[in-house]
């Protein structure tokens, strides 16, 4: 196994965002890094806010906002969340999708060479911005009939990973996604000492394609 030597995510923040689409991956990268995995982890903006309230109301301080051009290094893995898609709530998943500035930058960090992952209806960003085209993916159950309608090739699992498009189904889903990702890039030792500090079983199935 080649297991990862370092790597910078960058987990992305947008009003309307849902809680724990980012925040459990979050935790589960954060106690990764306190088990010895070399990584660094952060929430980020498409552009510069102070805070950051979510579907639920929480409101987050971020760390900082996505590379915004070719000439910066971006992120070796990019997280993107969900929420607001099935309602088609002022703020969210489906506005940021109509606004198109997301999944824009979304598509140029990929091109970029990060790797892209999304929890819930960030899948759904991942569609918008094609990187889902004729691809395996999942998304929550809500928005499945929109990912296949994009062009995706929908998969029924927990997590689908497609390498460097790694996507999961709905909310709870991230954490799974997390704990896959640690998993992979830095071995299941670190995975389970993670899931076992979280008191967290993994559950459903991940399709590797």
Known sequence: M?????????IVLFDGFDNLDAIGPFEVFSHARTYGADLEVGLYTLSPQDIVRSSHDLRVEPDGVLPDSESETPPDLVVVPGGGWGDHAEEGAWAEAQRGDLPAAIERLHSGGAMVASVCTGGMLLATAGLTDGRPAVTHHGALDDLRESGADVID????????????????????????????EFGPDIADRVSTEMEYEARGEVHAG
Not at 2 to 10: E, K, P, Y
């Open 2 to 10: 080649n297991l990862r030597l370092a790597m910078h995510i960058a």
């Open 157 to 184: 699992a927990r997590v689908v990973d497609d390498g460097d498009l790694v996507t999961a189904g709905g909310v709870t889903s991230g954490i799974d996604l997390a704990l896959h990702l640690v998993d992979r």
